[in-house]
């Protein structure tokens, strides 16, 4: 990104959370109620989101049920009740979410120049319904269900790099997550990433990562 006259083959994207809005906490409060004191409920929102990354860690299976499974983890942790139907509801909620309001124009824009890809950590069900309301034409969707891997995975990465007979040189990576896209990619030799900061990670140092504050950014740097 620090050469002006780069220009990458692909701009590929994580979904959810960088493109489409991930409100998961008003979710997360309507199934735990009152049983996280006030004090407390940043501690266990944070808790609940680090267990959800932990889950994706191992072999692929449908992401309701690692919603599912986190959510259960976590309670256990906490000494409360685990809603038996969580999954679903957060399931429900992931499906229902649509783009953060600064993304659908600038992401069209970007299309008329680029090949767009999205690389996701949901099943192919959630892309569905998720990808049309970005209203951008995507060369590529991937899904961790078609990878057989979750992000930070390096599966997840490689079968990207295989379905596009492509090489990490060729990409500039948008992401919200530091944990499970930059800093796995950076290990793989991806070079050209870029944090979109939504408050969700910190950037971590050492690592090449540029930042922008909005897709419009991205843009100017893209020289569209």
Known sequence: MSNPTFRPKYVSFDCYGTLISWPMTPITKELVGDQVPAEQWDQFVA?????????????YYPYEQVL???????????????????????????RSWGPHPDVVEPLKKMGEHY????????????LAESV??????????????????YKPRYGAFEYMLE????????????????????LPM????????????????PVPPGYGIVTVKSLDELNTMLGI
Request: hydrophobic share 35%; aromatic share 14%.
């Open 47 to 59: 808790e609940f989101r680090g267990y959800r990354y932990d889950q994706v860690c191992g072999e």
């Open 68 to 94: 599912q499974d986190s959510f259960e983890r976590v309670c256990r942790k906490w000494g409360i009740e685990a809603d038996p139907n969580a999954g679903k509801r957060f399931a429900e909620g992931v």
């Open 115 to 126: 090949k767009l890809v999205i690389l996701s950590n949901a099943d192919d069900s959630f």
């Open 132 to 149: 049309p309301r970005l209203e951008a034409d995507f060369h590529a969707v991937y899904t961790a269900e078609q990878a057989g891997y």
């Open 163 to 182: 379905k596009l007979d492509a090489k990490p040189e060729d990409f500039v990576h948008v992401s919200s997550h530091s944990r499970y896209d930059p």
């Open 186 to 201: 950076h290990d793989m030799g991806f070079r050209n990433l870029v944090m979109l900061d939504r408050g969700y990670d």
